[in-house]
T-cell receptor, first 112, second 116 residues
Framework: EADIYQTPRYLVIGTGKKITLECSQT?????MYWYQQDPGMELHLIHY???????EKGDLSSESTVSRIRTEHFPLTLESARPSHTSQYLC???????????FGNGTRLTVT | AQSVAQPEDQVNVAEGNPLTVKCTYS??????LFWYVQYPNRGLQFLLK??????LVKGSYGFEAEFNKSQTSFHLKKPSALVSDSALYFC??????????????FGRGTSLIVHP
């Protein structure tokens, strides 16, 4: 099973709250990714990192931010949550060019 | 640019029958192709990949996929479906000619339903 962990698994919060979704991997992978998965299943890349101190925005405009201070840790922060942020958030990592992504089990976020 | 299409939102098959989940792609060079499966309330799990070599790739849980360069397809197949195969399936492509980018493009996903 995947050695990539996301916490919390489920989160219900009120509008305007600041939250951080945690993602950690123990595989030493340099590349890490955050995806938002809507109810229609499609995956949208919101942030990625190629290594420590490297972060980039993905295809989907997002009001979230990320940091990569340590190789194993790639947290995602929402400064002020809104109902439109209600979604499933998936973290993934990989190593070499030909390697597949390893996914965590996701955080299902509901903003009321 | 790279893109991938899964033309079917849902595939229904009876248990014991063969199944096919379709995927077509577009890249400028030779593609890296991947299939993933997602069970309810879980992340995606890697099933198999094509990088180079034999066009028929075998993966986890009895799945296989055939790379067809002329038809730009990478359909996922299994000879005999199980009810437990019911899940979401995602095809992904990466164009290694895209330089330093390590970002795959995912299809929209296909829901496979296997009926008892």
């Amino acid at each position: 099973e995947a050695d990539i962990y996301q916490t919390p698994r489920y989160l219900v919060i009120g509008t305007g709250k600041k939250i951080t979704l945690e993602c950690s991997q123990t595989m030493g992978h340099d590349k890490m990714y955050w995806y938002q998965q809507d109810p229609g299943m499609e995956l949208h890349l919101i942030h990625y990192s190629y290594g420590v101190n490297s972060t980039e925005k993905g295809d989907l405009s997002s009001e979230s931010t990320v940091s990569r201070i340590r190789t194993e840790h790639f947290p995602l922060t929402l400064e002020s949550a809104r109902p439109s942020h209600t979604s499933q958030y998936l973290c993934a990592s990989k190593t070499g060019s030909r390697s597949p992504l390893h996914f965590g089990n996701g955080t299902r976020l509901t903003v009321t | 640019a790279q893109s991938v299409a899964q033309p079917e939102d849902q595939v229904n098959v009876a248990e014991g029958n063969p199944l096919t989940v379709k995927c077509t792609y577009s890249v400028s060079g030779n593609p890296y192709l991947f299939w993933y499966v997602q069970y309810p309330n879980r992340g995606l799990q890697f099933l198999l990949k094509y990088i180079t070599g034999d066009n028929l790739v075998k993966g986890s849980y009895g799945f296989e996929a055939e790379f067809n360069k002329s038809q730009t397809s990478f359909h996922l197949k299994k000879p005999s479906a199980l009810v437990s195969d019911s899940a979401l399936y995602f095809c992904a492509v990466r164009d290694p000619a895209s330089g330093g980018s390590y970002i795959p493009t995912f299809g929209r996903g296909t829901s496979l339903i296997v009926h008892p």
